[in-house]
């Protein structure tokens, strides 16, 4: 790619819009959940994401524990009287998730991109790169095992704080521009499923106004079930910042990025 001719960055969120977690992230959030309330309670799909679309639960072992807190507040408990260990919930969590040797539920998530999508990018002068509240493990096993991926640019859980503060983002695109070019104020489109994402995109143009940045929500696939539930989960993308939303990773392509950076 020509240093001059780069005219967008993309970063990617992971979860709920590189692969699919319906049936495993958070599938282990209600396994957990379950667990730790003695199987008095086990969250659904719209719970969780009821829970998520607060904007400050992008770590699902933390958003376990929450839903934990939670129920047994509605049971009539003080919080401040309920004792969770948070390392045996992080550890049930885990062992659910990824298994022994990532032979959990981590193994049968679908994708939803290919590495031909990515290349398509590269040749047109796109950079591109991700950020995701994924543990490094985790994400470098889909990103190199499942989709082939040398040596993908990512910004994971252990290298920054979690979203929505917008540092990891910089990191991402500060690696991205500097494999790429030396200076650039390309526009800067985040791609993400979750209000989190969005308000990340917020809190980036706060800091950085003299950029252009572009928050575009994806649809996870578990909200594509019913047209009510895509409409009322794009909602709250929308209300959140999102300047467009899009049930599939992949529309974002050539001629989308073009007119969104333009």
Known sequence: MEK??????????IDGVIRDVSQ??????????SEFTSYAYRPTMEDIDTLKSEGIWNNDWKASEELVYRYRENQGDNRDSISLDYQEIVDFFQERY???????YIATEPLLLSQEYLTHLTQNNIGWGFF????????????K???????????AMEDAPEKPDPTGLFAAITQIESAILEDSLAPIIYVGDTVADIYTVN?????????????????????????????????KLEIAGAKVIIDNVERLNNQFIAELAS
């Open 24 to 33: 495993s992230y958070r599938r282990a959030i209600a396994d957990t959940v």
């Open 145 to 155: 095992t499942r989709l082939g991926l040398e040596n993908p640019i990512l910004v």
């Open 4 to 13: 001059d001719k780069m005219f967008a960055v993309v970063v990617f969120d």
């Open 98 to 104: 990824r298994g022994n040797n990532y032979d959990g």
């Open 132 to 143: 995701s509240g994924a543990t490094r493990g985790s994400a470098e096993y889909v990103l």
């Open 203 to 235: 809190r980036a143009k706060e800091q950085q106004p003299t950029r252009n940045w572009i928050a575009v929500g994806v649809l996870p696939p578990h909200v594509q079930t019913s047209p009510e539930k895509k409409q009322n989960y794009g909602k």
